[in-house]
């Protein structure tokens, strides 16, 4: 089965810090999502991003963060200014355009420490 | 506002018995339901997803799930448990007619399989 593909899979930073997460989505998708999971609490929604622009963003997708899809391949999320609370496993996710056979895939995710 | 509950944090069951992950959901209509699951190292996989219809869903994995409209329910079930079956399960749910990235999802159940 194709695999959306994240790196790296743990990334340490210091409070402050800018970081850039990448995921690799599968090929043929259009659609590409992150979310993030602090320990202990639910998988959170924060962005959605489709034709080179976010199409949804939740509340916590603040002006520290942006994404990007700098070339066809790369999906990419950055923090300007790392808090300690940003500390989570981030995911990025594709799908094919809504439909009723869309389904979200998912990577294995990246775990940011902010120290 | 939209929440998804998963009442169990973790369950233990033996290799061999039969399983019950239960999810509510708290939305003015019926939305799009969903279970995923996460094992170790591992992005969110899709088990099974309920939109209309039939309201007992198969999935992979020999998975199903039940829609009960009238308890705001979808339960996932499986009548025999491998030790593969080891994982987290989440539950998630989408606005009806909305976007289908933008999911809510439950905190997590912890599935431990016993030999």
């Known amino acids: 089965e194709p695999e959306v593909t994240q790196t790296p899979s743990h990334q340490v930073t210091q409070m402050g810090q800018e970081v850039i997460l990448r995921c690799v989505p599968i090929?043929?998708?259009?659609?590409f999502y992150w979310y993030r999971q602090i320990l202990g609490q639910k998988v959170e929604f924060l962005v959605s991003?489709?034709?080179?622009?976010?199409?949804?963003k939740s509340e916590i997708f603040d002006d520290q963060f942006s994404v990007e899809r700098p070339d066809g391949s790369n999906f990419t999320l950055k923090i300007r200014s790392t808090k300690l609370e940003d500390s989570a496993m981030y995911f990025c996710?594709?799908?094919?355009?809504?439909?009723?056979?869309?389904?979200?895939?998912f990577g294995s995710g990246t775990q940011l420490s902010v120290l | 506002a939209q929440s998804v509950t998963q009442p169990d944090i973790h369950i233990t069951v033996s290799e061999g018995a039969s399983l019950e992950l239960r999810c509510n959901y708290s939305?003015?209509?019926?939305?799009?339901l969903f279970w995923y699951v996460q094992s170790p190292g591992q992005g969110l996989q899709l088990l099974l997803k309920?939109?209309?219809?039939?309201?007992l869903v198969q999935g992979i994995k020999g998975f199903e799930a039940e829609f009960k409209r009238s308890q705001s329910s979808f339960n996932l079930r499986k009548p025999s448990v491998h030790w593969s079956d080891a994982a987290e399960y989440f539950c998630?749910?989408?606005?009806?007619?909305?976007?289908?990235?933008?999911?809510?999802f439950g905190k997590g159940t912890k599935l431990s399989v016993k030999p």
């Open positions: 991003f489709y034709n080179n622009e976010i199409s949804e």
């Open positions: 998630a749910v989408a606005p009806y007619g909305g976007s289908q990235g933008n999911l809510i």
């Open positions: 996710a594709s799908s094919e355009p809504p439909g009723f056979s869309e389904k979200l895939f």
């Open positions: 939305y003015g209509a019926t939305p799009y």
């Open positions: 090929s043929n998708h259009l659609y």
């Open positions: 309920y939109f209309s219809g039939d309201t």
